[in-house]
């Protein structure tokens, strides 16, 4: 709505102004003067010259009105949904792209600021937090020059020693490390794993879900306690919409909200409300370098949705808004705000600073039951089918049982052997969460689904 | 089932067997699903997942008088083909009755409906046809005599929606079986996500609607491909009337049809995925639906104190056709959402005359 009104007001003010001016006009020369500029200022400051360019939602702002504006949108997102708290230890998701840039930016200036204050304040009660910064190397994958993503590493690592103190720590961690400590071994598992899925967008899809593994590896093993991606408004419009397409419209609403602490480090997602042309800008202004690196265009399902959003977004500059805004209005889990902490860590001074605007009460602390690939909520069918399966299975056949119904179409084999052989490539982390909440919970499994259930009788031991 | 590449259309007619009952020649792909199968398991499959539908979603009780909206066009004319055929195959014990409305369209409508009235004889079905003239006493092309080609199809949705229901209750029928495919009913989800409309997008993949208001309406096809239902409509060599209504000018299809069928094209199941996603949506259930009483002239259901009929009528009689369109204040001055539809957003949407109106 906000968008709708804003973009709509910018064109009738003008208009307004412009229809004013012009009875005005031509009676001084000093005051048309006086007019020309006035036509031609910044609509929050009114006196610098809004950037020229871009679109007509930016192009209203001068630079600093535009920064700000977007850091307002960040700040507002981390604070009221309590994101980072002063002893939290933060790592930032980078991938070079232009979101993740910016995230890397918005995150450094809150801790500069945050030094700024414990600098100068008296008792130091508020400690500052940290900063660390990660880059997957996905070389294993995509069709990169060695030497390129070589390059891009070493850029990677002037940018993030570039900014000011305290020192962040980049981590470099290659993909196939989720599959095996060694390199060469992880690099053919890796391999075997995404050969057998013969769905393009399948593949694509685990990918993903690989990357986020690996991050949470990275977060845990070096003390991070939140996880921040980059994802901003226009990539998850392109989430919803494909999302629906694959049928995941149940769990959907858990993977679009400011937080999601369903992982051991809860991930952040503080650009939410920012679009991806405006991160764009904010790069273009401030000179932050971007590298384009594992830019392989979306094929399959993801590239056409993503052509459609773009499309969308041309004939209505409102409408990835629109769509976040509605998914958004779908009830989201338990899991999408940051878990209460009860431990007599957190001093009074940062308790106070805490502002949750946003954060209402958990209603419902349902236990979830999770697909062990992409690690979504699975609905009643999938459940039920869980519990149906029957004795004697291999141990392949139970994961495959375990998985919502979207992965098990795009992602596992349907031939037997060849799921046999992709069970036995599985990351070592994806087939623990399997084991974890697949059949050690039955009984709580079959609770949630009790009225859904025909007969009493309870066949399975 | 792998995504289609396309190319497996040279293979066809190879000789290659069907691969349901293995013994006559497969004809065709399979939309839904791409197997290669014969005609007459075609006919079968076709069927029997209708079929399905309605016993697993008891669309029907014995005994129940049903009205089928006929337009003439594939839907509703493979509709009222299969449910004939359904309903003495495995005795539903229903009365099928044809309910068409004139909207009074020269060249597009009168055409139309001999199509209709050429299905009651083949069917054997009884026909009612209301007409917008005898309801309301002006036919769509006086209206647009008067209006233009702008906002046109508001009038018209809004008037057959509620033309649909006084058919059916001078019918006097249980319930309205209307056309609705998965595609229709995919798209709609779409646009509800892109145009922000929650409460709709909860209630839009409901298989039965309204059962709360005068006549239930339902959706045999709910999970009916729009591509089967041509190919059923074609091999069976049914007689139906393809031609767009002349009102709607432009035949280029929304940019949310051409994405489902894209989709479509690389991978069939997208379709009911979209519609699973639809059914699975967690809305809460306090999402706001405008409270539901009667319009204060005409007697029908009305969130307002006219009903949208009334409304745009008087504008028409009084020579105001501006008269509740858009968010000029009306006769319901305390109305508080301004009906929008229609108008705006044309360009995502595809079936503009109001054959969405769930």
Known sequence: MACNASSCQSNCHRNEEQAQEEEFGGSANSISNYNDRNLNVCVKCKSNEPISGGNAEDGRFCADCFRSNLYGKFRLAVISNAMICPTDNVLVAFSGGSSSRVALQFVHEMQDKSQKNFDASRDRSLPVFGVGVAFIDERAIFPVSSHEIDKAIQDFRSIVSALAPPRKELHVVPIENICSSSSSDGRDRLKNLLDAISDSTGKE??????????LQKIASENGYNRVVLGSCTSSI?????????????????????????????????????CLTQELNRLCHLDGLKTVELHKVPYSGINGLVSSFVTLLQKENPSRECTIVRTAGKLTPFHFNSIPEKSDSNTTLATQRRLKKYNLKPNESLSSESFCPVCNSPLNKSDLLRQSNLQNHQTSSDIFGAACCSSCRFQILPKDPSSMEHFYTHLPQPLVARAKRGGYGNLSLLREQIQDCLISDSEDES | MEEADGNGKSMKGRGRLCCICSKRRAALKRPKTLEQICRECFYEVFEEEIHQVIVENQLFKPGERIAIGASGGKDSTVLAYVLSELNQRHNYGLDLFLLSVDEGITGYRDDSLETVKRNEIQYGLPLKIVSYKDLYGWTMDEIVKMIGLKNNCTFCGVFRRQALDRGAALLKVDKLATGHN????????????LRGDIARLSR?????????????????????????????????????????????????????????????????????????????F????????????????CGYISSQKWCKACVLLEGLNRGLPKLGIGRSRGLNDDRKKGIKENIGTKSIESKQCGTLDF
């Open chain 1, 205 to 214: 899809d685990l990918l993903l879900h690989l990357r986020m593994l690996s």
């Open chain 2, 282 to 297: 967690r809305i809460s259930t306090s999402t706001k639906m405008p409270e539901q009483g009667t319009c204060e002239r």
């Open chain 2, 204 to 280: 839009c993949t409901s298989i039965i609607t309204g059962e709360d208001g005068p006549i239930p309406r339902c959706k045999p096809f709910k999970y009916t491909y729009e591509k089967e239902i041509v190919m059923y409509a074609y091999f069976k060599r049914l007689d139906y009337f393809s031609t767009e209504c002349i009102y709607s000018p432009n035949a280029y299809r929304g940019f949310a049809r051409e994405f489902i069928k894209d989709l479509e094209r690389i991978r069939p199941r997208a379709i009911l995925d979209i519609i699973q996603s639809g059914e699975d």
């Open chain 1, 237 to 273: 419009a392109c989430h919803v919409i494909s999302a629906i397409v694959k049928g995941q419209g149940y769990s959907l609403p858990g993977d679009i909200q400011y937080v999601d602490a369903r992982w051991e480090i809860p991930v952040v997602l503080p650009l939410r409300d």
């Open chain 2, 182 to 193: 998965a595609d229709d009913i995919a798209e709609t989800v779409l646009l509800n996500i």
